[in-house]
């Protein structure tokens, strides 16, 4: 596998008045270079922080206090600011949840996007423009030419949406992180987006990282996921393999909750809430809501161990589960 971001034993952690929040907590994962990626979990599962991470954009009082990240080669943590700086957008980029929070409000289309342009390629403002043009013709915005001199306020959700990710695409990057890039929209313009990102994933050989809470988007969207849950990484593997054998049982119940369109199902939600990242619970961080759980859940925390080609599992009970998938 030719691995393009190599995250080993990342821990992030914010230091608050109540205490050292381990929202990352030793995860390790490989993208493959082309690949699309899924991060799963649900809210607080440490899915954004470690897209931050990687970007060396966590806010504070956040900080990456241990691990390592390994991109192209390159030692994330150990390059200097300047050096990270002229990374971001132009080898790494991401596309927030709420475009809204991304765009800012004072700046038109044009200013936004060809101020990266301008940045990392340093051409003239006309060839910006162009190019910014053009990006939106790609991210199929009708009437390019007008647009560029919009404001965001002026856009529906689904149009912020297309420009957040043309921002993102202008330099070319190698790896784009798709942070919930579909949440804040209707279903019609949800499956407009998420076949935009794929299309142009091919048409720009680009490695992408869609980060979701959604498993129809992992079914529709990835070639391998990992689930993450409680800032730890708790299954790995190739998506066909997740929806046909799950080995974790916090898959089996994200799995469980995802409607059929083909059959009827029975929906289940996930019993109980992510734990206090302060204080998380003792042993397997996920035996409070886990119908499987016995006592060595309970006091011993599991190792990611191999329990097939390319998949991993954090379970002591995976051997013995007969765990049901989509």
């Known amino acids: 596998m030719d691995t393009l971001l190599d995250i080993d034993q990342l821990r992030t952690y914010f230091f608050t008045e109540a205490g050292v929040v381990k929202a990352v907590d030793g995860v390790s994962l490989k993208v ?42 390159k030692d994330i943590i150990a390059l200097k600011d300047k050096e990270i700086r002229s990374m971001r957008g132009k080898s790494i980029a991401i596309v927030f949840q709420d475009p809204m929070s991304s765009l800012n409000p004072l700046f038109t289309i044009e200013n936004q996007i060809c101020e990266i342009i301008r940045l990392h390629k340093g ?42 990710i043309a921002r993102a695409l202008s330099c070319e990057p190698q790896l784009l992180f798709a942070d919930e890039p579909t949440t804040n929209l209707d279903v019609t313009i949800q499956a407009q987006v998420l076949d935009l990102m794929k299309s142009l994933k091919k048409e720009l050989n680009m490695t992408l990282v869609m980060i979701t809470h959604d498993m129809g988007i992992i079914a529709e969207m990835t070639e391998r996921v990992t689930v993450l849950y409680a800032g730890q990484v708790y299954e790995a593997c190739d998506t066909l393999t997740l929806f046909a054998k799950p080995k974790h049982p916090y898959t089996e119940a994200l799995l469980k909750a995802v409607p059929r369109l083909d059959r009827k199902k029975e929906l289940t939600s996930v019993p109980g809430n992510i734990p206090n990242l302060i204080e998380p619970p003792p042993g397997c961080r996920f035996h409070p809501r886990c119908p499987y759980a016995v006592q060595v859940c309970r006091e011993k925390v599991p190792v990611l161990e191999e329990a097939g080609p390319g998949h991993l599992v954090a379970c002591h009970r995976w051997r013995e589960l007969g765990l049901s998938g989509a």
């Not at 990687?54 to 206090?65: A, E, N, Y």
């Not at 647009?147 to 949406?161: A, D, N, W």
């Open 32 to 73: 493959a270079r082309g690949e699309t990626h899924g991060l799963v979990g649900e809210s607080g599962s440490g899915k954004s922080v470690t897209a931050l991470s990687t970007l060396r954009i966590v806010p504070k009082p956040g900080k990456i206090v241990g691990g390592s990240i390994i991109f192209d080669g």
């Open 123 to 164: 051409v003239s403002k006309a060839e910006a423009r162009d190019s910014a043009r053009h990006l939106l013709e790609m991210v199929g915005i009708p009437e390019a030419e007008r647009r560029l001199k919009s404001y965001p306020h002026e856009l529906s959700g689904g149009m912020k949406q297309r420009i957040a």
